[in-house]
């Protein structure tokens, strides 16, 4: 079955600081995977999108990693600020059709402390 | 960056009643899609469109339908609202490469009394 898991569920952490939110996945064959970030009451924003020839990309202080082999990603966030609180979702896509279905995480939900 | 609106933000309204979600892009997309999320759970396909007079029922069954008579216009009706269908509904379109990224209106959240 295909599925896409995230943890931790939630995470607080203090402002400044860094952090790594995960997704493993078992979707099959394997397009791309995307990260977003969805404020409260928001539709979410695309953060990265990678394929399989790609093991890393950044976006500002995010950073994602792919590792194809094992069906991992991260995202790592670095000096965090309070406007990085919200639900980062992790999104992979197949090749089974020429839509490339999505599969949805429930989410990591960030709150930034000052 | 994302032209995609919708309409309304929220919605508050009684059982039976027929609504309609607006959604417009002005990406010039042809693929456009509906998507239903509850809170703390991920987001489910329920309606989907190639382009103009295509539309098709995505992974989660609804009772809602859609249509696609232009191509920067992708409504969704109710006909008799429950309470069942309390949610927040989230819009989306991409262009047609395989590798696009998903752009996302602000999502309407739907409250049925």
């Known amino acids: 079955k295909n599925q896409v898991e995230q943890s931790p569920q939630s995470l607080i952490i203090l402002e400044g600081k860094n952090c790594t939110l995960q997704c493993n996945y078992t979707v099959s064959p394997f397009s791309n995977l995307r990260w977003y970030k969805q404020d409260t009451g928001r539709g979410p924003v695309s953060l990265t999108i990678?394929?399989?020839?790609?093991n890393t990309k950044s976006n500002g202080r995010y950073t994602a990693t792919l590792d194809a082999d094992t069906k991992q990603s991260s995202l790592h966030i670095t000096a965090s600020q309070l406007s990085d609180s919200a639900s980062y979702i992790c999104?992979?896509?197949?090749?089974?059709?020429?839509?490339?279905?999505?599969?949805f995480g429930r989410g990591t939900q960030l709150t930034v402390w000052p | 960056e994302a032209d995609i609106y919708q309409t309304p933000r929220y919605l508050v309204i009684g059982t039976g009643k027929k609504i309609t979600l607006e959604c417009s892009q002005t990406?010039?997309?042809?693929?456009m899609y509906w998507y239903q999320q509850d809170p703390g759970m991920e987001l489910h396909l329920i309606h989907y469109s190639y382009g103009v007079n295509s539309t098709e029922k995505g992974d989660l069954s609804s009772e809602s339908t859609v249509s696609r008579i232009r191509t920067e216009h992708f409504p969704l009706t109710l006909e008799s609202a429950r309470p069942s269908h309390t949610s927040q509904y989230l819009c989306?379109?991409?262009?047609?490469?395989?590798?696009?990224?998903?752009?996302f209106g602000s999502g309407t959240q739907l409250s049925v009394l």
């Open positions: 999104v992979v896509s197949d090749r089974g059709s020429t839509l490339g279905r999505l599969y």
């Open positions: 990678m394929t399989f020839s790609e």
């Open positions: 990406m010039g997309h042809d693929k």
């Open positions: 989306a379109s991409s262009g047609d490469r395989p590798n696009e990224k998903l752009f």
